[in-house]
């Protein structure tokens, strides 16, 4: 029997099934993987169920050097940008992401994102639990409708294209986006040259582009210096897709009106300076935390890994 590495505790009828199928390690400690413990997971598993925050680099695969076992890396997850898939093909290891089932839970979460934010949902919640609540005024915490307003999407792919019809269909947005291809919108929608051509036309701009080395601090500070004053960015991509640092200066410096953010450039750290804005809407990954979800993310990443353990090759494979 095989043996299966799971990096953090998944749906309890999905790890029945795994039980079943390998012999099963479950591992429970908090975090991800260091790269010295995704080193020895390479040496002592045929195949492992990671996820975000394990680090399966290119010096993970170099140090498990003539020792590798692992066959299979079954992601947990679209982005896979913890694993070095390049490495990974090298060492002749499949690895394979979850694309599809997360895509109307993040796109939800998108829109949360965009709503909390323009309407100053976050800052009106934490006033009235600390009791600094004065009751109703005229221009108390007023903030940005969102209905008619111009979307701008970074990156049209499934996701980006989930929170444009939200925004189309459901709040009577003009949407434009980015892409760095030309890609035709499966709803009325505008694709633009250039990034900052959509940064300086978006009143709200969502970044849902993959991540990885290409995208890194895409969202630069030209790039947020291009956005109006009154524009909002929301980011449910990856956390080093969006300078942070440049995006903390903008907000503390007021050149642009607010951002809401579900993931971070180092998660689970979240700067001291962003947690004390009161124009950021935080949130600790949620974009594709529902029980259906989660539980049809773990089920592709484990299905994955029954292919490449039966000879065929896995359905979902990025290498």
Known sequence: MKKLLVTRVIAEPVLEQ???LFDTTVRTAPGGLTEEEAAEALTRYDAILPTLGDAFTAA?????GADLRCGMLG???????????SAARDAGVSVSNTPDVLTDATADIGMLLVLATCRRASEGERMLRAGEWGGFGPKSLLGLQVTGKVLGIVGMGRIGQAVAHRGHYGFGMP???????????PMPARQVET????????????VTTPGGAETTKLIDAAAIAAMRPTGVLVNISRGEVVDETALIEALEAGTIAGAGLDVYEKEPRVPERLRALSNCTL????????VETRQAMAQMALDNIIAWSEGRDP????N
């Open 175 to 185: 949407v434009i986006y980015y892409n760095r291809s030309r890609k035709e919108a």
């Open 75 to 85: 992601n947990f997850g679209v982005g896979y940008n913890h694993i070095d898939a």
């Open 60 to 64: 993970a695969f170099a140090r498990a």
């Open 315 to 318: 359905p979902q494979r990025v």
């Open 195 to 206: 990034l900052h051509e959509l940064m300086g036309e978006a009143d709200i701009v969502v």
């Open 18 to 20: 795994a039980r079943a």
């Open 283 to 290: 949130l600790p990954h949620l974009g594709s935390a529902t």
